[in-house]
């Protein structure tokens, strides 16, 4: 239950290899201090397989900021604990200094995303979430993702995944591939997609954008490519 506060403008940089940083103390909070202009940054600068990897179980990240400053960083969080919460964090990236996955997560049970802002355009990403294996209970609500992504912003890669909830998102993919680009979950993925607005870059109906396995689809909204 140790809360760990992150000052205003706090800068650090994940320097290294996958592992660089690590998260694994059990039922802590990490909370950063500061607005939109002062939040807490962590930027990853030095290699493609820096990544910060969240291990622990009931661990809250909020209100800190993950920037790329690198080439096709392969992922910004590795999530492999139980009970994770992403709260009003946000993930930034520039042309050719990106993430090709925004967040990663294998075995992730009762993983709660919300309230993020992922702005992630750069052309060679991949997915802005990627679940790649069986992760139950996993929520993804009222988030902001906005990207280029030539798979999907929401992507079950692996592994049927029951009770998952997509919920309230603003999810826009620019990528005008003709594929479904905006969720793909497993076929016997189970749970509920609803009240979420979409933009792809070349499909223009809901179920041409997405790919929703076993899960109920219902009250979304998908704009025109224009």
């Not at 990544?51 to 661990?59: A, E, K, L, P, R």
């Not at 900021?65 to 080439?71: E, G, V």
């Not at 990528?175 to 979420?196: C, E, H, K, Y």
Request: proline share 3%; net charge negative.
């Amino acid at each position: 239950g140790d809360i760990i506060y992150v000052a205003p403008s706090h800068a650090e940089t994940i320097a290294g290899a996958a592992g660089a940083l690590t998260w694994s103390k059990a039922g802590v909070h990490i909370v950063g201090l500061g607005g939109p202009t002062t939040q807490p940054t962590f930027t990853f600068g030095t290699d493609a397989g820096a990544t910060v990897n969240i291990t622990g179980n009931d661990i809250s990240v909020e209100n800190i900021k993950f920037t790329a400053n690198f080439l096709d960083v392969t992922k910004a969080i590795a999530i492999s604990g139980t009970g994770v919460r992403l709260k009003k964090c946000a993930f930034r990236e520039g042309p050719n200094l990106n993430f090709l996955i925004g967040v990663s997560a294998a075995a992730a049970h009762d993983l709660t995303i919300e309230d993020c802002s992922m702005v992630l355009p750069d052309t060679d990403d991949t997915d802005c979430i990627k679940i790649t294996s069986a992760s139950h209970r996993v929520t993804i609500k009222d988030n902001v993702m906005r990207g280029a992504w030539s798979v999907s912003a929401i992507d079950n890669s692996a592994g049927t995944c029951n009770d998952l909830k997509i919920e309230g998102n603003t999810i826009i993919n620019d990528q005008a591939l003709d594929v479904p680009g905006l969720i793909s979950v497993q076929a016997a993925t189970n749970g509920d997609i609803r009240n979420n607005v979409f933009k792809h870059g070349y499909v223009t109906d809901t179920s041409g954008a997405t790919s929703p396995g076993a899960c109920l689809v219902l009250n979304n909204e998908i704009m025109n490519v224009t």
